[in-house]
């Protein structure tokens, strides 16, 4: 009896070839297969995912998503730039006043000047929030339907080597902290970046002396925030894991509660569960302890560089070397630019965890 002819693509699937369509050999298969299983391991729910570069999350960006970056971006930057510009408007004010009689003109400008950068702050931080709310919005759609497009085409080995039951967990879990990076913290981001500079940048114009004095305290305030940047994402990543497995023993218990419940098994399910989590807060107690001391550290050094520049500043003004306007003027655009570094702080970390 004749053979059933065969289809190409049963063909396709009864061989093994190589990328240029020859025959592979079992050792070529087998060092094939080698190769591919750590890349495929690196994926697993449970185990740390390869890092990649943050923008790789914009990969299924439309072009309107990356037209309202864009605009957040900007916007962002914008509202960042006129805050310290406050700083010059408060130092005509010290000026207008420190005059006899008062100088209402200079007083007039002055209240002038806010009211304008009021008005712009509220439509360049309302549209920055929305333009990187709604992109976020529309790349956490794309981002879940793809991880869920990948799940479900895995081989099923992968499934009988890894717990499942992580999946939904660290799908809902992930994604929560991916949204929040690529969000209004990313905005934020930017904007407290550029509140940084200017700030500098008008204390450097005002009263180059005076911003110097001041910043002889940003090498222990950088170091410092370098140093809660990189542990809390390292932490973070650990957090989740545990966290994920604790989630799966839960689901676990849950999908068969009949058989836990006809077993007895309940109390051995919550120890199990509570020992995940209490690894967990056992960690991120020790975590924000030492987070407490280094941003304790932070922040005692900005105000002992506040005290430096007014002391330096009044100095100078005593010996007719500057004006009151020009001393505060520099005095508040640092004390911008370094007031926004303890912003920076946490919404790089949410960036960096997105990542």
Not at 72 to 82: D, E, K, R, S
Not at 288 to 297: A, R
Not at 308 to 326: C, E, F, N, R, V
Request: proline letters at 4%; glycine letters at 8%; hydrophobic letters at 45%.
């Amino acid at each position: 009896m004749p053979s059933p002819a065969k289809s190409p693509v049963d063909d396709a699937y009864q061989r093994v070839e190589t990328p240029r369509h020859k025959p592979a050999t079992s050792s070529e298969s087998d060092l094939s297969a080698s190769k591919k299983e750590p890349s495929l391991r690196r994926q697993i729910v449970h185990g740390g995912p390869t890092s990649f570069k943050f923008t790789h999350l914009y990969r299924y960006a439309t072009p309107l998503d990356k037209v309202l970056l864009v605009v957040g971006v900007i916007t962002a930057g914008a509202n960042g730039a006129l805050f310290p510009l406050m700083a010059i408007v408060f130092g005509d004010v010290l000026t207008g006043f420190s005059s006899i009689p008062v100088d209402m003109d200079t007083v007039n400008k002055a209240a002038l000047d806010f009211f304008l950068i009021a008005v712009a702050m509220f439509f360049t931080d309302y549209l920055s929030y929305v333009t990187f709310y709604y992109s976020a919005e529309r790349q956490m759609k794309a981002l879940r339907s793809e991880a869920l497009k990948h799940m479900l085409y895995l081989d099923i080995s992968w499934y009988d080597e890894n717990d499942a039951l992580q999946l939904s967990s660290r799908l809902t879990g992930d994604t929560v902290k991916i949204k929040d990076g690529m969000g209004q913290k990313l905005g934020d981001s930017f904007r407290f970046t550029v509140q940084f500079v200017v700030g500098f940048v008008i204390g450097f114009v005002r009263g180059w002396d005076i911003t110097l004095v001041m910043a002889c305290v940003m090498p222990f305030m950088t170091i410092s925030l370098g140093w809660l940047i990189k542990t809390m994402r390292i932490k973070s990543d650990w957090a989740q894991k545990v966290y994920a497995e604790a989630g799966s023993v839960a689901e676990e218990t849950l999908g068969a509660i009949r058989t836990v419940a006809s077993l007895n098994g309940e109390q051995k399910a919550i120890k199990k569960f509570e020992d995940k989590v209490f690894e967990a807060e056992r960690e991120n107690i020790a975590l924000h302890k030492m987070t407490s001391v280094v941003f304790s550290m932070f922040l005692g050094s900005v105000w002992i560089m506040y005290s430096i520049g007014l002391w330096y500043g009044g100095w100078k003004a005593s010996k007719g070397d500057t004006t009151p306007g020009d001393v505060f003027a520099a005095f508040f655009g640092v004390m911008m630019g370094t007031g926004s570094l303890a912003q920076i702080s946490p919404n790089v970390t949410a960036v960096s965890k997105a990542a």
